[in-house]
Structures are given as C-alpha cells and as structure tokens.
C-alpha cells in the first residue's frame, strides 16, 4: 500500500447520468477527503469522515452528490443527474488524525467530463 | 469566511534566480500546508508548518509561517527547471480537524 488510490482515473458520462467514484485510502489512516478541483484553481472541500462517520459536508455537496465510507476503509462519492458544471477533478485525500499533526495524503483523482 | 490568497498567480523565472511566494490567510490558523502538484498529477505534501515562526527547507526550497501577520513564505533559492509546477498553500481552521482551505495556487515556469 503505497499511497490514496482512486478508481476511475477518467470518466466521461453524458448529462443526466448518475456516476460513482471510490478512493482507498492509505490503510492505517482514518481521516478520509473528498476535494473537487477545477482548471486554475485550488481544490475545493466537498466532504470528510473520520472513520465511517461522515463529520462535515461543505455547501458544494448539493443534493445529487452522496458519499459513503461504510465499513472505515474505502469510500465512495456518488454524483447523480450529472450536470456540465460537475466537470472537474475530484480528489481523495486521507490523513491520520490523533496526536500531532498529520498532514493529508492525495490521490491521483479521478477526472470527471459532463458532455 | 476564510480566504486564502496567494501572490503571484502566474511566475516565470529563470534558472539561477531567487524568488518568493506569498500566502495570506485572512483567519488566525497556526497550521499551514504547502503542496507541489504537476500538470494532471496529484498534489504532493512539501512542508507542514505548524507555530509561529516555523521555518522548513528541503533542497532548494524553504517555506516560513508568521501567524501574528497571516502570512506564509515559499522562498526558492536557485531555481531549477524541475521546480516547474503549481504550488498551493493550505490553512488548517482546526487544528488537524477539519479540513484545509486552499489558495488558487501560484503556476511556477522555471526557463533556462
């Protein structure tokens, strides 16, 4: 286990399409992130869990977007009804959290095109 | 709200040169991350910053933290063409637990 994987690195899925993307995190860790990045900008917080509870969700995780993280390991980020502006790079990102500070490790992202 | 704002967004610099990038943050936060990202890659932790003062280096880079001004250095000294990439610093609100805020990230292109 050499780092955060994601899985699909490309997806691309016509409008109105539901899509689904899972990270595996870095296996000892038990912070998981989800970010979305867009051409020229830094990533954008979308959702975290520590373990299999999801703590917080930003005002970006509209409706249609759902993420799961249920037994503590791997999750998944669900986005359904996709629309043009879901196209982005969704990042996983995983840390551990306890004592000390611990920065987050990222994955490749998976590349999501709405045509 | 937190905002994050990094100086310059666009840097062209030739080989041999000194430079700064600069990372304000408009909330009092004593954790600052700087990350590396290439084109269509993932970002890449470079340096934790974590009190007043801290200071890192590795190679020719070194990053500072001030938190009294809100302000976060990434100082490159002698650049080289394999420091081209795109360089985010992160706040931390919570102190490892919540999640980080991001700058828009400064576009390095190093030319010989």
């Known amino acids: 286990d050499t780092g955060v994987s994601q899985n699909p690195r490309h997806k691309i899925t016509k409008r109105g399409q539901n899509v689904t993307f899972r990270c595996d995190p870095i296996?000892?860790?038990?912070?998981l992130y989800w970010y979305r990045q867009t051409l020229g900008q830094g990533p954008e917080f979308l959702t975290y869990?520590?373990?299999?509870?999801?703590?917080?969700k930003s005002r970006l995780l509209s409706d249609r977007f759902s993420a799961e993280r249920p037994k503590g390991s791997f999750s998944t980020l669900e986005i359904q009804r996709t629309e043009q502006g879901d196209s982005a790079m969704y990042l996983c990102a995983s840390s551990l959290v306890g004592t000390g500070a611990r920065e987050a490790f990222f994955g490749q992202g998976t590349r999501l095109t709405v045509v | 709200e937190l905002k994050v704002e990094q100086n310059p967004l666009f840097l062209s610099m030739q080989e041999g040169k000194n430079y700064t990038i600069y990372c304000n943050y408009s909330t009092t936060s004593d954790r600052l991350y700087w990350y590396r990202q290439d084109p269509g890659k993932s970002l890449e932790s470079l340096f934790v910053?974590?009190?007043?003062?801290a200071v890192k280096q590795e190679g020719r880079l070194m990053a500072s933290l001030d938190t009294k001004a809100r302000l976060s250095t990434l100082h490159i000294t002698a650049a080289v063409h394999d420091l081209s990439a795109t360089y985010f610093c992160?706040?931390?609100?919570?102190?490892?637990?919540?999640?980080?805020?991001f700058g828009k990230g400064t576009k390095l292109s190093v030319k010989p």
């Open positions: 869990f520590q373990n299999e509870a999801q703590l917080e």
């Open positions: 992160a706040v931390d609100l919570r102190r490892g637990q919540g999640n980080l805020i």
């Open positions: 296996s000892e860790h038990n912070r």
């Open positions: 910053l974590l009190s007043n003062g």
